[in-house]
């Protein structure tokens, strides 16, 4: 009884380090979809300060015009509304 338990050994070890190859494997193809998306958030972010940036520069030329023409924002949070007769369109 003791010589089938010996060849059985030998295939449940090689079992056992098959698996625990195949997870190192798998978790090198998580870790390195991880790097990728991290890269891809790095350059995203860099997009969006990009973009922040360009926002900001158009929106003081906006307002630097509107000043420039007369326009000011009011300064409490009251709005009026102006009160106009029925326009017609021709």
């Known amino acids: 009884m003791r010589a089938p338990l010996r060849l059985l050994l030998i ?3 090689l079992l056992v380090l ?3 190859v195949w997870i190192n494997v798998a978790k090198l193809g998580v870790t390195r ?4 998306i991290v890269k891809q ?3 995203l972010e860099a997009q969006i300060a ?3 940036a360009r926002l900001a ?13 007369g326009m000011v924002l009011p ?3 009251k709005t009026t509304r102006l009160q106009g007769g ?3 369109i021709r």
């Open 11 to 13: 295939p449940v070890a």
């Open 18 to 20: 098959g698996g625990i």
């Open 33 to 36: 979809e991880t790097a990728e």
């Open 41 to 43: 958030n790095q350059s």
């Open 50 to 52: 990009q973009l922040d």
């Open 57 to 69: 520069d158009l929106r003081s030329k906006v307002y630097t015009g509107a000043e420039a023409s």
């Open 75 to 77: 300064t409490s949070d």
């Open 86 to 88: 029925a326009a017609t």
